[in-house]
């Protein structure tokens, strides 16, 4: 398949561009400068020269492609309009072609799980970062309703390839020999693979679903103090009011007590990631 991929340059996308190539598509990526295209290019993926507020671009490049994912994320209600606007004009271009669109949110829409294990069904309650996301996964849900095979992923914390949340507990470990947490740290977080994430977005774009959404969560949650522990360097603990101050609107999000289990991308997808824990993540970054 021709397959147009947002956010191709991106700690995600550009693994899931690497599978994609693997299982034998042609990739086409978006790139809003030219430090990006020339990334593009040493990948073997086509350019395709904008970024989300180029609704031409975004439609003539979707229409094109026999699939489109969009891993390009946004942060924060400032920029969440130019999210919504991209997936519309994307699934307007789309329309009665019945070619699948995936679409990436995040498990941080389903909020404090507080103590439990959240799958599919859980009523999401998501902090102010994240909540305008639940109406773009609604809008993708429902394209089946104009013949868009849409689906939802939504990604644990991503670890692996030296990148997200866990490299920066490192990264903070290895230059400051301390690692500062918002929060007391005893909230969990649940974790997914990078690689496996990707294998997950390859099974979903070559199936013949639509309307589905798929937690992305791998192995138990740990507690964000024992993540820090890991690294072998001292803890230092943010109360959340100053975590907010130094942190931003996402300090919210990082003190969330989030246990995220779901055997669905298995059942319906044969999704079945077996890749190193993050603790083992964790140990293997501090010793490179």
Not at 2 to 27: D, M, N, P, R
Not at 106 to 113: A, E, R, S
Not at 209 to 225: I, K, Y
Request: proline share 5%.
């Amino acid at each position: 398949m021709k397959i147009f991929l947002t956010g191709a340059t991106g700690y995600i996308g550009q693994v899931v561009a690497e599978q994609l190539q693997q299982s034998g598509h042609q990739v086409y990526g978006l790139a809003r400068s030219p430090a990006s295209a020339a990334k593009l290019h040493a990948m073997g993926v086509e350019v395709v020269a904008g970024d989300l507020r180029d609704l031409p671009v975004l439609q003539a490049a979707a229409r094109q492609a026999d699939a489109v994912i969009h891993t390009a994320i946004c942060w924060g209600a400032e920029v969440a309009q130019f999210d919504e606007q991209a997936v519309r004009a994307m699934l307007e271009a789309m329309a009665r072609s019945n070619k699948p669109f995936l679409y990436t949110s995040g498990v941080w829409v389903l909020g404090d799980t507080k103590g439990h294990v959240a799958g599919e069904m859980w009523k999401p309650r998501p902090p102010a970062i994240v909540a305008w996301r639940l109406a773009v996964e609604r809008l993708v849900l429902t394209a089946g309703e104009r013949g868009v095979r849409g689906m939802v992923i939504r990604p644990a914390m991503v670890y692996g390839r030296g990148g997200g949340f866990v490299a920066g507990l490192v990264q903070q470990a290895k230059q400051k020999g301390c690692v500062e947490i918002a929060g007391t740290g005893e909230n969990h977080m649940s974790f997914v693979p990078v690689e496996g994430l990707a294998k997950l977005y390859v099974l979903a774009v070559e199936s013949p679903l639509s309307g589905e959404l798929f937690l992305a969560a791998d192995g138990p949650a740990f507690t964000v103090r024992s993540l820090a522990e890991a690294t072998g360097a001292r803890v230092e603990t943010v109360p959340l009011e100053l975590a907010r101050q130094k942190f931003g609107p996402v300090a919210d999000a990082l003190v969330m007590d989030q246990r995220v289990m779901s055997t669905k991308a298995g059942r319906l997808l044969g999704w079945n990631p077996r890749y190193p824990s993050v603790l083992e993540e964790v140990k293997r970054m501090m010793a490179e």
